[in-house]
């Protein structure tokens, strides 16, 4: 199966800080990852598809770019609201889909 | 609006059944794929199955390969997961989700349920 390596596992930044979660996958996987924001007891919300994508509604401060098979989340001006664990997914090589290890957000 | 609305967890001994239950509105639900991903505190999220918009196919992650059968009732908008042989490790809360696109699987998963917990415990 094909691995994902998220870091950091947990991160402090405050508001208006430019934010950066990165995912590297074990082989190449193409564009194929997308980008989940969780809040606390709520489901994962898809905020990123296919590496750059934004998903309808997501506010533009967000984005994801890609680089061979290091991929990157950023924020480009955190807000109190962006608050929660972010997850990447990989879906080539199917099945399975996995996960990275999640990504806490703090505000400090 | 669209929804998913999972139910049928609980606290279950190991090596009993249980079956999940996701009800999908707002949505032409027999027009898409769905899948059951789980969360554990130790482990994150792990995808457990998807299945056709027409239930012609499915697959499963190797943790629950022959243990659990995913399935649909197009007329009822209903998704299910019936997990047999259950162990100490399937404890988690269970997800259903729509895939994005119709009638393709795109794996990109856009509409979740709030999540059903089951515990497996003696």
């Known amino acids: 199966d094909i691995q994902m390596t998220q870091s950091p596992s947990s991160l402090s930044a405050s508001v208006g800080d430019r934010v950066t979660i990165t995912c590297q996958a074990s082989?190449?996987?193409?564009?194929?990852l997308n980008w989940y924001q969780q809040k606390p007891g709520k489901a994962p919300k898809l905020l990123i598809y296919?590496?750059?994508n934004l998903e309808t509604g997501v506010p533009p401060r967000f984005s994801g770019s890609e680089s061979e098979t290091d991929f990157t989340l950023t924020i480009s001006s955190l807000q109190p609201e962006d608050i929660a664990t972010y997850y990447c997914?990989?879906?080539?090589?199917?099945?399975?889909?996995?996960f990275g290890q999640g990504t806490r957000l703090e505000i400090k | 609006q669209v929804q998913l609305v999972e139910s049928g967890g609980g606290v279950v001994q190991p090596g009993r059944s249980l079956r999940l239950s996701c009800a999908a509105s707002?949505?032409?639900?027999?027009?898409?794929?769905m899948h059951w991903v789980r969360q554990t505190p130790g482990k994150g999220l792990e995808w457990v199955a998807v299945?056709?918009?027409?239930?012609?196919?499915?697959y499963y992650a190797d943790s629950v390969k022959g243990r659990c059968t995913i399935s649909r009732d197009n007329s009822k908008n209903t998704l299910y997961l019936q997990m047999n042989t259950l162990r100490v490790e399937d404890t988690a809360v269970y997800f259903c989700?729509?895939?994005?696109?119709?009638?393709?699987?795109?794996?990109?998963?856009?509409?979740w349920g709030q999540g059903t917990t089951v515990t497996v415990s003696s």
């Open positions: 082989q190449d996987i193409g564009n194929y």
């Open positions: 997914q990989q879906f080539n090589n199917l099945p399975p889909i996995t």
């Open positions: 707002g949505f032409t639900f027999s027009s898409y794929g």
């Open positions: 296919r590496a750059s």
């Open positions: 299945i056709w918009y027409d239930g012609t196919d499915k």
């Open positions: 989700a729509r895939d994005r696109y119709s009638p393709t699987i795109s794996y990109e998963l856009d509409v």
